[in-house]
């Protein structure tokens, strides 16, 4: 019987010291595009982003995060003036869901008011995010990876229409402070390099227009291409040679909970501290 309580004590207290690592909580903040329509200027076209996000602290140190978020982006030549002529545009949402490896720069844990209570932050880890490019035409937006507007499916090209679910690497840099007992806040922006050159449907060269109308219809012939002078068949339209990025920039606040409170013996909660520095 001693054993047995013995066994369910020190149970309890592994639970109560796991419980200390474990936060949720809400992300709030912006999306926006890097690729053929936007080569390099940050922050162009934000657009509003939110998410959820989990933590579990693998010791003051090292952090493990979850997070599922939602955005949307967009481009514009007519804005990025990169390539005025061009003319194309597009929207896309955003879902991701992403592991991530945060190294915090100082000790840090959630609820410390006196000590470890701040600190800067790395992160980067692994996504799978769906995305949809769009334009719009006469007031009406179009789904454009189904027109194939760079051929895809069509006997000139003959090649299959991208995939609207890919990988990316996310990486970062935030900086995340304690607020209360069990209140985190913070700040991050992080980049999303991702594996696809379609983010925004432009990659390649410019398709025969007369065969895109042929076989996928006027609409994928007119949203291929929107110079004022039309292009060659075979010409340039995007770079293939560079992938698209997106990035979210924006706020946090994670909520730590327990499964158990404290002990009565002040003691208690500083032997917590000293296990979860052990890790």
Known sequence: ?????????????????????????????????????????????TKPAFGIVYRYNLSTRWALKLDGLYGNVAGDDAVAKFNVQRNLSFKS???????????????????????????????????????????????????????????????????QHYSLVNIAFPFGLGVKYSVGKNICIGVEWGLRKTTTDYLDDVSTTYADPAILKAENGPIAAILADRSTIPNEPGTQRGNSNTKDWYSFAGAFITIKFKAFKEGPCPAYGKRQYREFQKD
């Open 93 to 159: 949402t955003i879902f991701e869901f992403s592991p991530q490896l945060e190294l915090n720069f100082l000790n840090y844990m959630t609820g410390n008011k006196k000590k470890d209570y701040f600190t800067p932050y790395i992160f980067g880890g692994v996504s799978v995010f769906a995305f949809n490019p769009k334009a719009s035409y006469n007031g009406t937006w179009y789904n454009l990876q189904p027109l194939g507007t760079e051929g895809q499916g069509t006997t000139e090209v003959g090649t």
């Open 1 to 45: 019987m001693k054993k047995i309580l013995i066994f369910l004590a020190a149970f309890v207290s592994f639970i109560s010291v796991q419980a200390q690592r474990n936060e949720i909580g809400l992300l709030v903040g912006t999306t926006y595009y890097l690729g053929d329509l936007n080569p390099s200027k940050q922050f162009l076209l």
